[in-house]
């Protein structure tokens, strides 16, 4: 029997985001009913998958902090429908960082949101520049997560990925086959090297994918990494207490043993990716994980609810319920 699962990089498509549906309808169509259900589908493919908890995100997109709002309200109706099986990450209008913040309190405090998901950059900008920082200076304060996912590559940033080869396969190259990991933990790099962990020792990030490609290279990083600047937190530190890695969509032993070299079992949760990736593909992955010698049953515990629940302050149960 497997142990009861939270997953955290699970995603909704709303229609108060203008352009939404017809942003995804080219990217993934057949996805369409699964992204938008906020009910009965969803549920039964939770279900499928032996799925305690989800928390919903928007899938990435941009849009004005007015829609966010819209799109929040839609997720928190949804969540008080059915408080067992769904909690919210609070999407924000990134662009304007001072409504991003307000947003996210408003998300937390009054819509029972657990933190926030937000889009890897904004039109090629990160957030190491400090007019994003009231962000996560917002985040510290409400003690509550910032996740930072992958999103889609700007017209600049795209043209990195194109070569002697198709629009299309420099679309997945920018996406899922790579660019969306790369430049997700290239931002890790480059929030430490900008000093945020240092001003903010209580930040708490999340990322998906197994680390993001940094897991892999972090042997090599570390020692770079001490030439970026005087730091009071270097590299290790910040990333043993302020990095927190879901599974999402990487769904073998592999990635997961070199993720166990390098982080703390207590960092590390399970995630699927859904409707992007399947919740029994998922479960499959958590069968094989409980068959392997990589984790006892207390590890296995901690990767599949344990940790989540900590770091949300949620709670699950093992049986399902709607």
């Not at 499928?48 to 966010?68: F, I, K, M, R, Y």
């Not at 679309?171 to 430490?192: M, N």
């Not at 479960?283 to 599949?304: G, H, P, R, Y």
Request: charged share 25%.
């Amino acid at each position: 029997m497997v142990p009861p699962l939270i997953a955290l990089e699970e995603h909704f498509l709303s229609n108060k985001i203008n352009g939404a549906v017809e942003r995804y309808q080219s990217v993934g169509a057949h996805l369409l009913p699964k992204l938008q259900s906020l009910g009965d589908e969803r549920l039964k493919d939770m279900d499928a998958g032996s799925l305690n908890l989800q928390v919903l995100s928007h899938t990435p997109l941009s849009a004005p902090a007015d829609e966010c709002r819209q799109a929040n309200d839609q997720l928190a109706e949804a969540c008080r429908n059915r408080p067992k099986r769904f909690a919210g990450f609070a999407m924000l209008p990134m662009q304007d960082p001072t409504a991003a913040a307000d947003e996210l309190e408003r998300a937390v405090t009054q819509l029972g949101f657990v933190g926030a998901l937000v889009n890897n950059h904004v039109e090629g900008t990160f957030y190491d520049d400090e007019k994003f920082w009231p962000v996560f200076e917002r985040a510290v304060e409400l003690d509550v997560p910032i996740y930072l996912h992958p999103t889609f590559a700007s017209d600049d940033m795209l043209e990195h990925y194109k070569g002697n080869y198709s629009d299309k396969t420099a679309f997945g190259l920018s996406t899922a086959a790579w660019g969306w990991h790369t430049e997700t933990g290239l931002h890790i790099l480059r929030l430490f090297a900008s000093g945020l962990f240092d001003k903010l020792p209580g930040l708490k990030i999340a990322i998906g994918h197994m680390g993001e490609m940094l897991p892999f290279a972090f042997d090599r990083i570390l020692p770079l990494s001490k030439g970026w600047g005087d730091r009071k937190r270097d590299l290790k530190t910040v990333w043993a207490e302020n990095i927190w890695i879901t599974t999402s969509g990487y769904f073998s032993l592999a990635p997961l043993s070199c993720l166990l070299q390098v982080s703390s079992v207590d960092k590390i949760m399970y995630s699927v990716d859904y409707p992007f990736s399947t919740n029994e593909k998922g479960l499959a992955f958590v069968k094989e994980m409980q068959a392997s010698d990589l984790v006892d049953d207390e590890q296995l515990d901690k990767i599949c609810y344990r940790n989540a629940e900590k770091l949300l302050r949620v709670s699950v149960r093992s049986e399902t319920e709607s």
